[in-house]
């Protein structure tokens, strides 16, 4: 279904991004993992897909930084000679009430998860622009930057970002087969969530409908829709992946 597009997904090492990152190259697309520092974790998700007859290689990037997302748009084209899909899925927690919460982690937040969209954005518009062959940008938010989540206003805030981000993105890029969305997953059991507090599991758990935390790969199916002709006509809208939690 993607054989000769060429995507990149952020923090494709471990997590939701790594089974992303599985099924795109499943589906025939060449892949560049994005890491910021496990390289021995990137380099091994690599091997599997070349084990398994498709491309890929692994990107040092931390995409909070403006520059370096620039060169990890400009390694994936030198390596594959196009950029076709973008998947913003890097992101970090540090959860904490208001009254406790430090600047430093409202700004590394803020940093990782939402400008980090900005910066890999805008250093793949131009070269899907100049292709003139359309072009995908799917973000990974979060049903907590729809309904808000306690002890989260800052990972609340930036993943409410994302989704407006994606509206406004849509419509400057619509006109060019750019499409841009948004996908909000629940509550799936990965590191980022192992130190969620266990009230708040619990609470997740009993507001799901479908009574279960997900798994990653039904994540990984809703960005390779989004991610295929399939969904050419699909921009600005945001699939939640909950369970029904968010609804
Ligand atoms: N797990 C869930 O329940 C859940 C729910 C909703 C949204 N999400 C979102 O899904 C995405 C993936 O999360 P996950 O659960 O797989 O967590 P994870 O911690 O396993 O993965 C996050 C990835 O992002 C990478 N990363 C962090 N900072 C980076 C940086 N500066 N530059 C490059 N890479 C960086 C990490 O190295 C890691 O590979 C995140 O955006 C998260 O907010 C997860």
């Known amino acids: 279904m993607l054989s000769g597009k060429v995507a990149i997904v952020t923090g494709g090492s471990r997590g939701l991004g790594r089974a992303i990152v599985e099924e795109l190259a499943a589906q025939g697309a060449k892949i560049a993992v994005n ?29 909070s930084d403006f520059a370096q997302a620039q060169s990890l748009a400009k ?56 292709a003139k062959n359309g072009g995908r940008i799917i973000n990974i938010s979060s049903v907590s930057g729809i309904v808000g989540l306690p002890g989260q206003t800052n990972y609340s805030a930036s993943k409410a970002g994302m989704i407006g981000f994606t509206k406004a993105l849509a419509k400057e890029l619509g006109d060019r087969q750019i499409t841009v969305n948004a996908v909000a997953p629940g509550f799936f059991p990965t590191d980022l969530t192992s130190t969620l507090p266990e009230d708040l599991q619990k609470w997740i758990l009993e ?41």
Do not use: H
Not at 209 to 237: C, H, K, W
């Open 35 to 63: 890491y910021n520092s496990n390289a021995e974790a990137a380099n091994e998700v690599v091997a599997q897909i070349v084990e398994n007859g498709g491309e890929a290689i692994a990107i040092q990037a931390n995409v």
């Open 207 to 247: 507001n799901t409908p479908l009574g279960r935390m997900g798994n990653s790969q039904e994540v990984a199916y809703a960005v390779s829709f989004l991610a295929s002709d399939r969904a050419a006509f699909i921009t600005g809208e945001v699939i939640r992946v909950d369970g029904g939690l968010a609804m």
């Open 75 to 130: 390694a994936t084209k030198d390596a594959f000679g196009q950029i076709d899909i973008l998947v913003n899925n890097a992101g970090i927690t540090r959860d904490t009430l208001i009254m406790r919460m430090k600047e430093d982690q409202w700004d590394d937040v803020l940093d990782i998860n939402l400008k980090s969209v900005f910066n890999c954005s805008k250093a793949v518009a131009r070269p899907m622009l100049r």
